[in-house]
Nanobody, 115 residues
Framework: QVQVVESGGGLVQAGGSLRLSCAVS????????VSWYRQVPGKQRELIAV???????NYAASVKGRFAIFGDNAKSTLYLQMNSLKPEDTAVYYC?????????WGQGIQVTVSS
């Protein structure tokens, strides 16, 4: 059974940086898309970064220029580099892998940005 494990979250001061990691436990077929979402209590899960198999990336306006999505195929790991963090970036962050026959989610990891 495939497990998707996130790490790298925590507490950081505004203006700081964090790198989230999302590791897949077994080899999977190349995904069509890999994404990061975030969710705060009482709100819908928000798509903030997506990368496709063609190499394109897209970002929500709220994180564009500050966050970067990238992966290491050799390590079967997806990353989200978060710079210039703001208190409004505080949320639970989820990674997602979508392929032709699968849709895998990470367990979610808390990121808290203090002012």
């Amino acid at each position: 059974q495939v497990q998707v494990v996130e790490s790298g979250g925590g507490l950081v001061q505004a203006g700081g940086s964090l790198r989230l990691s999302c590791a897949v436990s077994t080899n999977i077929a190349e995904p069509d898309a890999v994404s990061w979402y975030r969710q705060v209590p009482g709100k819908q899960r928000e798509l903030i970064a997506v990368g496709t198999s063609t190499g394109t990336t897209n970002y929500a306006a709220s994180v564009k220029g500050r966050f970067a999505i990238f992966g290491d195929n050799a390590k079967s790991t997806l990353y989200l580099q978060m710079n210039s963090l703001k208190p409004e970036d505080t949320a639970v962050y989820y990674c997602n892998f979508v392929g032709k026959w699968y849709n895998y989610w990470g367990q979610g990891i808390q990121v808290t940005v203090s002012s």
